[in-house]
């Protein structure tokens, strides 16, 4: 794409249009994983729906290579399109309205979990997404999502009721139940292999201040504590919801300064029940003591934002991350010596394994009433290496890879699509959307034909 080239598509926006030339260029090309380093041809900040459209166009009609960030975590970047053109949501498509009265919120397909968390906290309420504020609304929502609030209101595709999508021939629909179906249908786990997603219709829940609570063992206890929580949590009541971790104790509160650094195993609880003060808390967090004693318990009324950034400036953007993920439909015995193994051998005080509940409310759904495949998982698990500096990406990377590679004979075989390396392969995707693969290829061969939005955890079009 020659200088030509970009003036013509600046001509057809009311955005920015950013190539390898201009001042902003290495900004606009940055994304959260630091260790994807791209150089697309062209970087277009689109301004509205409107610019959407015409992006696309102009790709489609120019052949030149085309992806999508919607502004959030995205760890295979897979958007940002070496010689391409990539267009970045996160500037003019960053906003939420909600609708008190409907119970609604319309979010903008550049917004973050933090906006969306921010305006609907004003009415008491919120939509069932993520663990960080800085995570993308777009990205998330198309593969499944899950997060604090999966055991009581379900995946965040289970609260969606519309989206405007620009398809690959530039036109704008709306999917929802009644306008295609079919659409609707794959974009609630089918990622972004359908078109681009300006904005989303959410139904929104109670939710207010909520119980947060950590529990950390010392990693010698790591298979009693993970023998007693795959017992515990799917019998608790839905209000709690916890995901099993193996970590490196952060330098800051509410850690005691002796734990700094210390590799430990331990949950992320989050509990929605009424009334959560301290002495609710200490009711409900007592069954932490059967598994061995901890090393350190900490519970805290807080609000429900308040829990979603709780992670944001421990992980920042700029890290060296390398990521895999699982899902499982049981923690069993092997599995548990191999996360004790890969505890001991951690790379880096921010890398770190994370089971995510996938149960509860996530199970009233059927099997085949949306994309995402695996009603029947219990965890969704990802294995995150994470280094600061560049010169430990290889270090964090071989971590994870050996890591998955002894986990993955315990798992179901596929994973949460927005936890699929870059570097995996089409059988991984395969595996992912086990036997709805072809209704999807189906559904993309007749949306997208040409495959045009392949830049993406990729679904082959049926022809």
């Not at 959410?202 to 504590?225: M, N, Q, S, Y």
């Amino acid at each position: 794409m020659d200088g030509t080239a970009l003036d013509t598509l600046r001509e057809a926006l009311r955005g920015e249009v950013i190539g390898p030339q201009d001042e902003r260029y290495d900004e606009a090309r940055s994304v959260y994983n630091a260790m994807v380093d791209k150089r697309p041809a062209a970087i277009v900040w689109a301004a509205d729906a409107s610019d959407v459209r015409a992006t696309v166009r102009y790709a489609r009609e120019t052949g030149v290579p085309f992806g999508v960030c919607g502004g959030g975590h995205s760890g295979a970047a897979l958007g940002l399109v070496d010689g391409g053109l990539t267009l970045d949501l996160s500037a003019g498509l960053r906003w939420v309205h909600v609708d008190p009265a409907a119970g609604t919120a319309l979010v903008g397909g550049g917004a973050q979990l933090g906006d969306l968390d921010h305006e609907a906290h004003g009415f008491g309420l919120g939509v069932p997404a993520g663990v960080m504020s800085t995570t993308g609304v777009g990205g998330l929502t198309l593969g499944g999502g899950h997060g604090h609030l999966t055991r009581k209101y379900g995946l965040t595709v289970d609260s969606l009721l519309a989206a405007d999508v620009v398809l690959a021939d530039g036109s704008l629909v709306t999917a929802s139940a009644d306008e295609h179906p079919e659409l609707f249908w794959a974009l609630r786990g089918g990622g972004g292999n359908f078109g681009v997603a300006t904005s989303f219709t959410f139904r929104l829940h109670p939710v207010d201040t909520v119980g947060l609570a950590v529990t950390v063992w010392e990693p010698e206890h790591i298979g009693e504590v993970a023998r007693w929580y795959r017992e515990f949590l799917p019998a608790a009541p839905r209000d709690l919801n916890g995901f099993f971790a193996t970590l490196s104790i952060a330098p800051g509160p509410p850690f005691p300064e002796e734990l700094h650094g210390k590799k430990m195993c331990g949950v992320v609880w989050c509990y929605t029940g009424d009334n959560p003060d301290e002495d609710r808390l200490t009711e409900v967090f007592a069954a932490v003591n059967e598994a061995a004693p901890p090393a350190f318990h900490f519970a805290t009324p807080i609000p429900y934002p308040g829990i979603q950034a709780m992670f944001d400036e421990l992980i920042p953007k700029g890290l060296q991350w390398y990521w895999r993920g699982d899902f499982f439909d049981r923690i069993t015995d092997e599995s548990v010596d191999v996360h004790a193994a890969y505890l001991d051998g951690m790379p880096t005080e921010l890398s770190t394994m994370h089971l995510y509940p996938v149960d509860g409310a996530a199970h009233d759904v059927g099997a085949d009433d949306t994309a995402w495949a695996y009603r029947d998982a219990v965890w969704s698990g990802v294995i995150a290496g994470i280094g600061k500096e560049p010169a430990e990406a290889e270090a964090v990377t071989r971590w994870a890879k050996d890591y998955w590679e002894a986990v993955h004979p315990q798992s179901m075989g596929g994973a949460y699509v927005n936890f699929i390396g870059a570097d995996e392969s089409q059988e991984r995707v395969r595996a992912t959307y086990r036997d709805h693969y072809d209704r999807l290829a189906k559904i993309k061969g007749s949306y997208d034909p040409d495959n045009f939005f392949r830049a993406t955890q990729d679904i082959q079009p049926a022809t």
